[in-house]
């Protein structure tokens, strides 16, 4: 019997005001691995946007050129999205990809944080992100 190797790799971000987009490497996978989570526990509590106004966060594998474009996880905070809005303190579950292939990375892969804001934007409170992996 193998006992699955399960990691948990943290990158913490700051806030952001409405015009702010932010894109930071959250980790550098050390060996062929399958994301199985990715949360943010957010700093102060933040009610989702409108449609037209919002933020999106997501966390994208860039492979190990550092320029790849696989989403691996998002989401969405606008108001009526399941997940929408971030409350103090509280983890909140990215949705993973339902492609399976884009859950598996390589050694070396770089996997990016990003909250982008649409048209005017919303804030973002800052805090922390938290991937699982394991070991494949």
Request: glycine share 10%; proline share 4%.
């Amino acid at each position: 019997m193998t006992v699955p190797w399960v990691q948990k790799a943290t990158l913490d971000v700051t806030s952001l005001t409405t015009s702010m987009n932010l894109s930071a490497v959250a980790l550098v996978a050390p060996y062929a691995a399958t994301i199985s989570a990715v949360q943010y526990v957010p700093n102060g509590t933040q009610a989702g946007g409108i449609a037209a106004n919002h933020r999106l966060l997501s966390l994208y594998n860039r492979g190990a050129a550092g320029t790849g474009t696989t989403r691996v996880a998002t989401l969405d905070l606008t108001s009526g999205v399941a997940g929408g809005t971030l409350t103090d303190n509280v983890p909140s579950s990215l949705t993973l990809t339902a492609t399976t292939s884009f859950l598996t990375v390589a050694a070396g892969d770089v996997l990016e944080w990003e909250s982008s804001m649409s048209a005017t934007g919303m804030l973002d409170p800052g805090g922390r992100v938290i991937v699982t992996f394991n070991r494949v």
